[in-house]
T-cell receptor, first 115, second 114 residues
Framework: KAGVTQTPRYLIKTRGQQVTLSCSPI?????VSWYQQTPGQGLQFLFE???????NKGNFPGRFSGRQFSNSRSEMNVSTLELGDSALYLC??????????????FGPGTRLTVT | AQSVTQLDSQVPVFEEAPVELRCNYS??????LFWYVQYPNQGLQLLLK????STLVESINGFEAEFNKSQTSFHLRKPSVHISDTAEYFC????????????WGAGTKLIIKP
C-alpha cells in the first residue's frame, strides 16, 4: 500500500504571497490532519478533515485554511504569508482519528520557507 | 484541558546504555496513549501504543512503555540504544470516545553519543 504523499516537498515563497500544499492519504483512509512543525513551537495541530468535513481546528489564524475532496485528498492554503509561517507542514491520515484505536500515518512533510 | 508533558527536550546517552524518555499526561478519564518517532528529515511514525489490557507494551525494535494510571505516565524505555535510535520522540494522548483531539507532547530529542 502506498504511504501518505505530500507535494511539493520543498517550497520557497515571499512574504505576502499565498501557498497551497497537497496531501494524498493512504487508500481507504478518510481522516486527514495537518500539523505545523517548527523548532520553537514543536508540533502544532492545524485542522482535521473527515469525509470532506472539518471536524477539529487548532489555534491558528484564518489565513490558514484547508479542504478535503471526495477522494479524501486534502489541500491546505496559507494566504498572506509571514516569515513566521516558515515550517515543516505535515499531513497525517487515519481510518478515523476519532476512534483512538486507529493510528495516524504521516507523510514526509512540505518544507516551506518564507523570505 | 488535557495536556501532555515531556519534561526533557533532549536526552544524551552513550551507545549501548539504557534510556528512559518521560511522558506525563493530565487526565482523570480513560485515554489511549501513543509514542511516535521522527527520524531526521522524515515524517512521524508510530512506535507503540496502549489501548487497553497489559500495561506494558513493546515495539519491534526493542522499545517498551508502561502505562501507569496512578501516576498518569507512559514512559518510554530501551535497555540498550544504538546510533540508529537517534531521533525525536513524541508522546501523544487521546481521550476515549469521539470528538476528542489527539494531544501531543513537545517532543524529546534522543542524542546517542558514540
Amino acid at each position: 500500500k502506498a504511504g501518505v504523499t505530500q507535494t511539493p516537498r520543498y517550497l520557497i515563497k515571499t512574504r505576502g504571497q499565498q501557498v497551497t500544499l497537497s496531501c494524498s492519504p493512504i487508500s481507504g483512509h478518510r481522516s486527514v490532519s495537518w500539523y505545523q512543525q517548527t523548532p520553537g513551537q514543536g508540533l502544532q495541530f492545524l485542522f482535521e478533515y473527515f469525509s470532506e468535513t472539518q471536524r477539529n481546528k487548532g489555534n491558528f489564524p484564518g489565513r490558514f485554511s484547508g479542504r478535503q475532496f471526495s477522494n479524501s485528498r486534502s489541500e491546505m492554503n496559507v494566504s498572506t504569508l509571514e516569515l513566521g509561517d516558515s515550517a515543516l507542514y505535515l499531513c497525517a491520515s487515519s481510518l478515523d482519528l476519532w476512534d483512538g484505536a486507529y493510528e495516524q500515518y504521516f507523510g514526509p512533510g512540505t518544507r516551506l520557507t518564507v523570505t | 484541558a488535557q495536556s501532555v508533558t515531556q519534561l526533557d527536550s533532549q536526552v544524551p546517552v552513550f551507545e549501548e546504555a539504557p534510556v528512559e524518555l518521560r511522558c506525563n499526561y493530565s487526565s482523570s478519564v480513560s485515554v489511549y496513549l501513543f509514542w511516535y518517532v521522527q527520524y531526521p528529515n522524515q515524517g512521524l511514525q508510530l512506535l507503540l501504543k496502549y489501548l487497553s489490557g497489559s500495561t506494558l507494551v513493546e515495539s519491534i525494535n526493542g522499545f517498551e512503555a508502561e502505562f501507569n494510571k496512578s501516576q498518569t505516565s507512559f514512559h518510554l524505555r530501551k535497555p540498550s540504544v544504538h546510533i540508529s535510535d537517534t531521533a525525536e520522540y513524541f508522546c501523544a494522548v487521546k481521550r476515549r470516545g469521539s470528538n476528542y483531539q489527539l494531544i501531543w507532547g513537545a517532543g524529546t530529542k534522543l542524542i546517542i553519543k558514540p
